[in-house]
T-cell receptor
Framework: SQKIEQNSEALNIQEGKTATLTCNYT??????LQWYRQDPGRGPVFLLL?????KEKRKERLKVTFDTTLKQSLFHITASQPADSATYLC?????????????FGQGTTLQVKP | DTGVSQDPRHKITKRGQNVTFRCDPI?????LYWYRQTLGQGPEFLTY????????KSRLLSDRFSAERPKGSFSTLEIQRTEQGDSAMYLC???FGQGPYGYTFGSGTRLTVV
């Protein structure tokens, strides 16, 4: 069956360190993968998109990698700040989809301590 | 437009009642999606509109659920004969064109069925 898995345990790190979140998937051939941030009681906010033929994408303190052989994406936040504390969702679109619908993982909660 | 608007933000209803939610997407976005999210889970796809045409519905969308997008503008999601299992956050998202772009989500409607 198709699965997208993110670490369900919260990630606690110290301010200034690099946070690394993992997204693994099985039985998908995603055309692209996206990362979103979600704060409590709010809708997800788009952060980054990476295509299947891209290895890495950066935006300010954020970096995403995409390994289609390992079926894994890593999401890094460098020089983390307490304001980065939130739930981070990965989502992918199947290569066979023509609707662009996203399939989401369950999210990983990041807590950055000052 | 500054974003995707959803109304109401919160809805408490008695089991068996009908409820309707509204979503106003970003005006130039032709794609509109409805998702449902329960606590601790990622959003689950419900349905997709391209302009006014409803092109995909999830099996999660039982006969009690109906969605419309008249004239390709705002969209409504109606749930008839609500059940306690319908309690969730209902999220609307929009995006533009055919390319892989990130979605813009609304803040959601929190439904509680008592």
């Amino acid at each position: 069956s198709q699965k997208i898995e993110q670490n369900s345990e919260a990630l606690n790190i110290q301010e200034g360190k690099t946070a690394t979140l993992t997204c693994n998937y099985t039985n998908y051939s995603p055309a692209y993968l996206q990362w979103y941030r979600q704060d409590p009681g709010r809708g997800p906010v788009f952060l980054l998109l990476i295509r299947e033929n891209e290895k890495e994408k950066r935006k300010e303190r954020l970096k995403v990698t995409f390994d289609t052989t390992l079926k894994q994406s890593l999401f890094h936040i460098t020089a983390s700040q307490p304001a980065d504390s939130a739930t981070y969702l990965c989502a992918l679109t199947s290569g066979s989809s023509n609707t662009g619908k996203l399939i989401f993982g369950q999210g990983t909660t990041l807590q950055v301590k000052p | 437009d500054t974003g995707v608007s959803q109304d109401p933000r919160h809805k408490i209803t008695k089991r068996g009642q009908n409820v309707t939610f509204r979503c106003d997407p970003i005006s130039e976005h032709n794609r509109l999606y409805w998702y449902r999210q329960t606590l601790g889970q990622g959003p689950e796809f419900l349905t997709y509109f391209q302009n006014e045409a409803q092109l995909e519905k999830s099996r999660l969308l039982s006969d009690r659920f109906s969605a419309e997008r008249p004239k390709g503008s705002f969209s409504t999601l109606e749930i008839q004969r609500t059940e306690q299992g319908d309690s969730a956050m209902y999220l609307c998202a929009s995006s533009f064109g055919q390319g892989p772009y990130g979605y813009t989500f609304g803040s959601g409607t929190r439904l509680t069925v008592v």
